[in-house]
C-alpha cells in the first residue's frame, strides 16, 4: 500500500501480547473528488469541512493521443498514482454517471471503475460513486433541491474558480466526502 497512509493507530487492551492495534482513517484531511469524462477525468483536492473547504489542488487531465485503449487506462493509474503519493488523501467520492446516461459513454465508465480500482487496491480507500441526488443528502448545510447544487460555488469565494463543467462535479464530490463540521 505504498503512498498511502493508514492515519492513526490505536492499541486495544492493555496486554501487549494480546492487545489489539487498530488502524483508521482519520475523519478529516485531504479528500479527492473525482469526474470522468470520456476522453479523460477531472480531480479536485480538498481539506477541512464542508462549511469551510480550503481547495489544495485542482486539474483536468486528458488521456493522450494513442490508439491502444489499455495504454490510456494505463497512464490513468500512473496520474492516480501522482496524486496520490503526494497528497496522501483520507477520502475520496467519485461523481458517478447518471442511471439514464450510462448507456452513451462506455470509456467514461470504463475510468470510473479504473479510479475506483486504484484507490482501493493500492490506498484502501473505498472511492464512494454518488449522483447527484446523493451528493446533496451528503451535503449537510445544503438545503435546497439537487438540481441547484451548483449554487454552492456562489457561497465560497475559494471555490468560485472551479465553477465550470469541468470542475463543478469533482469539487462537490470532495465537498461531499469532507467532514460536516
Not at 487498530?22 to 482513517?25: A, P, R, S, T
Not at 460513486?129 to 445544503?142: A, N, P, T
Given at each position: 500500500m505504498e503512498g498511502c497512509l493508514f492515519g492513526e493507530q490505536k492499541v486495544v487492551g492493555s496486554n501487549p501480547s494480546t492487545a489489539l492495534i487498530?488502524?483508521?482513517?482519520d475523519d478529516s484531511g485531504i479528500v479527492l473528488g473525482f469526474r470522468a469524462f470520456s476522453d479523460g477525468f477531472s480531480y479536485v483536492i480538498l481539506d477541512g469541512t464542508q462549511s469551510n473547504p480550503t481547495l489544495v489542488e485542482f486539474n483536468r487531465c486528458t488521456l493522450p493521443n494513442v490508439n491502444d485503449w489499455s495504454q490510456c487506462l494505463s497512464w490513468i493509474r500512473r496520474q492516480l498514482n501522482e496524486i496520490v503519493q503526494k497528497y496522501d488523501p483520507q477520502g475520496a467520492c467519485l461523481k458517478g454517471i447518471e442511471p439514464l446516461s450510462k448507456n452513451k459513454s462506455t470509456k467514461r465508465i470504463q475510468i470510473e471503475a479504473i479510479i475506483q480500482e486504484y484507490l482501493y487496491s493500492n490506498c484502501s480507500l473505498s472511492?464512494?460513486?454518488?449522483?447527484?441526488?446523493?451528493?446533496?443528502?451528503?451535503?449537510?448545510?445544503?438545503n435546497e433541491p439537487a438540481r441547484y447544487l451548483e449554487r454552492i460555488f456562489q457561497y465560497n469565494d475559494a471555490l468560485m474558480k472551479l465553477d465550470s463543467p469541468q470542475y463543478q462535479d469533482a469539487t462537490l464530490a470532495a465537498i461531499a466526502e469532507l467532514p460536516p463540521e
Open positions: 487498530i488502524f483508521f482513517k472511492s464512494i460513486v454518488r449522483v447527484k441526488s446523493q451528493l446533496k443528502k451528503d451535503i449537510v448545510d445544503f
